[in-house]
């Protein structure tokens, strides 16, 4: 298993930027794919971004293409998220997860979550 451990998030105004940390640590070696995951309240939780850990594709949500940015410092152990252009509708829990499976949009398949980091755009 892996930890997590988010940080970055925050109040902005609408078109400001914010950056998301994920602290990763544990038996990261069996870890396949990191991603970024979001919650509104009374909606389910999606997938924002993703990253390969083998290679580095990337993959993004409608949403998040063109405004936001995932990376991954593997000498720090460390995901980011650089979210430009926030708009209102951005404003969410956001949750770091990792998988030992390639990379997927199902929640369920994470077995590595941390405990979210609220992002509220106005």
């Known amino acids: 298993h892996v930890q997590l451990v988010e940080s970055g998030g925050g109040s902005v105004q609408a078109g400001g930027s914010l950056v998301l940390s994920c602290a990763v640590s544990?038996?990261?070696?069996?870890?396949?794919?990191v991603a970024w995951f979001r919650q509104a309240p009374g909606a389910e939780r999606k997938r924002i971004a993703n990253?390969?850990?083998?290679?580095?594709?990337?993959y993004y949500a409608d949403s998040a293409k063109g405004r936001f940015t995932i990376s991954r410092d593997s000498t720090k152990n460390t995901l980011y998220l650089q979210m430009d252009s926030l708009k209102p509708e951005d404003t969410a829990l956001y949750y770091c997860?990792?998988?030992?499976?390639?990379?997927?949009?199902?929640?369920?398949?994470?077995?590595?979550w941390g405990q979210g980091t609220q992002v509220t755009v106005s």
């Open positions: 990253i390969a850990t083998g290679g580095g594709r990337t």
């Open positions: 997860a990792a998988t030992v499976r390639p990379c997927t949009l199902i929640a369920r398949e994470y077995s590595g």
């Open positions: 544990g038996n990261e070696r069996d870890t396949a794919c």
